[in-house]
């Protein structure tokens, strides 16, 4: 996700600031509740409460970025249904998480 986010911000125009780094969300999230600066997080990753630690979530305008998100396995592999089942779980999950922010 970080060569994605940093490939939006520099067409934009931002520039790198290679003094503030992170590999957590929450440690992104606490950066910029401390006034560090500004991050890109992942819509499923917005908590329920919006206005906590004094975070103000911006939705992008049109176009939205997006990802595509595979679970992949071995076509022949004995736990194909399996992973069908947990496809079909994580789907109807994300549906309904993002249908909250709607």
């Given at each position: 996700?970080?060569?994605?986010?940093?490939?939006?911000?520099?067409?934009?125009?931002?520039?790198?600031?290679?003094?503030?780094?992170?590999?957590?969300?929450?440690t992104?999230?606490?950066?910029?509740?401390?006034?560090?600066?500004l991050?890109?997080?992942?819509?499923l990753a917005?908590?329920?409460?919006?206005?906590?630690?004094?975070?103000?979530?911006?939705?992008?305008?049109?176009?939205?970025?997006?990802r595509?998100?595979?679970?992949?396995?071995?076509?022949?592999?004995?736990?194909?249904?399996?992973?069908?089942q947990?496809?079909?779980l994580?789907?109807?999950?994300v549906?309904?998480?993002?249908?909250?922010?709607?």
């Amino acid at each position: 996700m970080r060569d994605q986010s940093l490939g939006f911000c520099f067409t934009a125009g931002a520039i790198e600031d290679n003094s503030f780094q992170a590999t957590s969300l929450e440690t992104l999230r606490h950066m910029v509740s401390a006034d560090n600066g500004l991050t890109l997080i992942p819509q499923l990753a917005i908590p329920t409460n919006r206005h906590q630690d004094g975070i103000k979530y911006i939705p992008f305008n049109n176009p939205q970025p997006f990802r595509n998100i595979a679970l992949l396995s071995r076509k022949n592999s004995v736990r194909n249904i399996c992973f069908e089942q947990l496809a079909k779980l994580i789907n109807d999950t994300v549906a309904l998480k993002l249908a909250q922010y709607c």
